[in-house]
């Protein structure tokens, strides 16, 4: 286990403003210290750029638990995956996870990850795309990776670290950005705001 004091140099954990599975798995990875406080933003995926999106996302979910926890370093994240423009949230049913992996299906989409850090001297926000494969899917593929369950609370309807790895045929960019979180520019941000305090 690393000092931890080196990847992230405050007195107190973290604050992970998010329920995501995902996103405390990869802060674990990085022995980064944190709670985890969810936020109860509503997201709104029905307008504005992709990158626009995830940045008010995160900002909004980051205020939200900061407003409550005054003196913590917060983090708020959010991720959406963007093709043909379309921007492609979490599904709301067996259909709508259907229809994104069709879609995704063969071609190559974009997942951006926005990131907002509150408790320091200024806020920080920054956002981070990948651009990812998919194979060509088969109809009983698709309804065999739906049977797993998995899809159902992610961005774009899969898990690149769960069953949805098997769909993806390369990827470009920041692995952990798909996942969930831009561990290594996270990190970096974490480090500025810690020598800034």
């Known amino acids: 286990m690393p000092d931890r004091s080196f990847w992230y140099g405050f007195e107190s954990p973290l604050v992970l403003a998010s329920r995501s599975p995902r996103r405390s798995q990869i802060l674990s990875l990085a022995g980064i210290p944190f709670e985890v406080a969810p936020s109860d933003f509503e997201e709104d995926n029905d307008s504005g750029e992709p990158a626009d999106l995830v940045l008010r996302h995160s900002m909004s979910k980051a205020l939200y638990v900061a407003e409550r926890l005054p003196g913590r370093i917060v983090l708020g994240a959010d991720t959406v995956v963007h093709t043909g423009g379309r921007v492609l949230g979490k599904p709301a049913d067996r259909a709508g996870a259907r229809s994104m992996l069709g879609a995704l299906s063969g071609g190559w989409h974009e997942v951006y990850g926005g990131v907002?850090?509150?408790?320091?001297?200024?806020?920080?926000?920054f956002h981070e795309?990948?651009?990812?494969?998919?194979?060509?899917?088969?109809?009983?593929e698709i309804e065999a990776y739906l049977d797993t369950?998995?899809?159902f609370d992610k961005a774009g309807a899969y898990g690149i670290q769960g069953y949805g790895s098997v769909l993806v045929d390369r990827i470009e960019g920041c692995f952990f950005n798909v996942m969930g979180l831009p561990l290594a520019r996270t990190?970096?941000?974490?480090?500025a705001?810690?020598?800034?305090?």
């Open 116 to 125: 907002a850090l509150l408790g320091g001297a200024s806020p920080v926000s």
């Open 193 to 197: 705001l810690g020598a800034g305090r």
């Open 129 to 140: 795309v990948s651009r990812v494969r998919f194979r060509s899917l088969s109809v009983a």
């Open 149 to 151: 369950g998995e899809p």
């Open 187 to 191: 990190v970096e941000a974490l480090r």
